[in-house]
């Protein structure tokens, strides 16, 4: 079975402070995104890596940076935390394909939910 | 462009009646869709998808959607509620390559069953 695990299953910091959220993936996948989801708007991709040190902006990156330094481990990073990152954050993984296509069957760790006071 | 629009935001049903929920998508191209199911505390996790082979797509745990393409739409469905099949349901899209690979969920629709 494939297996996302995330450092932390709750998590609290005070506004201005650094924080960072570590995501491993245990099955070789290429692929690994990092998302928020928030009530009634579903999940929103932050960023997502298709290889070790590279990494694409999603959909709402402000506010956040990440790193891929090896392949199985992607962290999101919060520069300085602010109450609006108050948030639940999920990490996922995908395999690519023969081709470079992607699978975008993703699979998911259990989530962080952040809290930023 | 790509969007996927959930219809309801919160089903409730009886366990062993019939469960419906609405998804319509938009995108430019040839989509992909799927279903992922998230229970309380847990990841998501794939419950079927469609990627432009059979219309209707049988899923896990007697889940089935059926892809139509004059209706953009992709609703989810099942025979017969049960207990465990509360939790929250999202619908998802992707156009492939020409979305930069990414895909766009939708908000989300909880379901409550009731005894």
């Known amino acids: 079975d494939v297996k996302v695990t995330q450092s932390s299953r709750y998590l609290v910091k005070r506004t201005g402070e650094k924080v960072f959220l570590e995501c491993v993936q245990d099955m070789d996948h290429e692929n690994m995104f990092w998302y928020r989801q928030d009530p009634g708007l579903g999940l929103r991709l932050i960023y997502f890596?298709?290889?070790?040190?590279?990494?694409e902006k999603g959909d709402i990156p402000e506010g956040y940076s990440v790193s891929r330094e090896k392949k199985e481990r992607f962290s999101l990073i919060l520069e300085s935390a602010s109450t609006n990152q108050t948030s639940m954050y999920l990490c996922?993984?995908?395999?690519?394909?023969?081709?470079?296509?992607?699978?975008?069957?993703?699979?998911f760790g259990p989530g962080t939910r952040l809290t930023v006071t | 462009a790509q969007s996927v629009t959930q219809l309801d935001s919160h089903v409730s049903v009886s366990e062993g009646t019939p469960v419906l929920l609405r998804c319509n998508y938009s995108?430019?191209?040839?989509?992909?869709l799927f279903w992922y199911v998230q229970h309380p505390n847990k990841g998501l996790q794939l419950l079927l998808k469609?990627?432009?082979?059979?219309?209707l797509v049988k899923g896990i745990n007697g889940f089935e959607a059926e892809f139509k393409k004059s209706e953009t739409s992709f609703h989810l469905t099942k025979p017969s509620a049960h207990m465990s099949d509360a939790a929250e349901y999202f619908c998802?899209?992707?156009?492939?390559?020409?979305?930069?690979?990414?895909?766009?969920f939708g908000g989300g629709t909880r379901v409550l069953v009731k005894p």
């Open positions: 890596s298709y290889d070790v040190k590279m990494k």
């Open positions: 469609y990627t432009s082979a059979a219309t």
């Open positions: 998802v899209v992707t156009s492939g390559v020409a979305a930069g690979n990414k895909l766009t």
């Open positions: 996922a993984s995908s395999l690519r394909l023969d081709l470079g296509e992607f699978s975008y069957e993703q699979y």
């Open positions: 995108s430019s191209y040839s989509p992909s």
